[in-house]
């Protein structure tokens, strides 16, 4: 079963909008992490946001929040006020487990959205 | 931005050749990962290592070989390249593999395998 799951295929969002990329997860584990990482056409990975599964508020980021629904197992990234160059794929990433070198406790990604900003 | 470098950027081979990418950090982290990226997959893990000579299997494992004979160098090796490892990879590191610590990624390397 994918741990991560990125369903929507692509996203148009007009520029100064709002935005909302989808990601569930799957885990039994009761501590993880959960990342999103955007790729411009450049090809870098680029960090963008991270919730903890203990966390109490939802994360932030300057334009960046993490809708956090814990019971839904979903991480939805929100990007306020659009810019062109927010136009890129989009990672949500899932890291389980305490620290070592437990086989859960590696970052799994899933397999990307892309936003595309319009003028 | 964190001290990743890869080596090469993009490299074009032929099949049944070796080959060897190189990643090389000067932020002493302890961890360090290679992912390959293709469409409709997603970054996936090839091998990581927790120290040196401490390396571990990831998800596509079959085909790579790794080795880290010093903290700043973690190579990846293909022994005999093939057209489906033709790929982006991605080298990454952390100083540590809890919940919480996110990875710095290099620039990648885009490989072709013809």
């Known amino acids: 079963a994918q741990k991560i799951t990125q369903t929507q295929p692509g996203m148009f969002v007009q520029e100064k909008e709002a935005v909302t990329l989808d990601c569930t997860y799957d885990?039994?584990?009761?501590?993880?992490?959960l990342f999103w990482y955007k790729q411009p056409s450049s090809g870098e990975m680029i960090f963008l946001i991270y919730q903890g599964s203990y966390d109490q508020q939802n994360a932030t980021e300057g334009r960046y929040s993490l809708n956090f629904q814990k019971a839904r197992k979903s991480a939805n990234l929100v990007i306020s006020a659009s810019q062109l160059g927010d136009s890129a794929m989009y990672f949500c990433a899932m890291r389980e487990g305490l620290i070592g070198r437990g086989a859960n406790s590696k970052l799994t990604f899933g397999k990307g959205i892309t936003l595309s900003v319009r003028p | 931005d964190a001290g990743i470098t890869q080596s090469p950027r993009h490299k074009v081979t032929e099949t049944g050749t070796p080959v060897t990418l190189r990643c090389h950090q000067t932020e002493n982290h302890r961890y360090m990962y290679w992912y390959r990226q293709d469409p409709g997959h997603g970054l996936r893990l090839i091998h990581y290592?927790?120290?040196?000579?401490?390396?571990d299997k990831g998800e596509v494992s079959d085909g790579y070989s790794v080795s880290r004979s010093k903290t700043e160098d973690f190579l990846l090796t293909l022994e005999s390249a093939t057209s489906s490892q033709t790929s982006v990879y991605f080298c990454?590191?952390?100083?540590?593999?809890?919940?919480?610590?996110?990875?710095?990624f290099g620039s990648g390397t885009q490989l072709s395998v013809l």
């Open positions: 885990t039994s584990d009761p501590s993880y992490g």
């Open positions: 990454a590191i952390s100083e540590t593999m809890s919940p919480g610590e996110k990875l710095f």
């Open positions: 290592s927790y120290g040196v000579k401490d390396t």
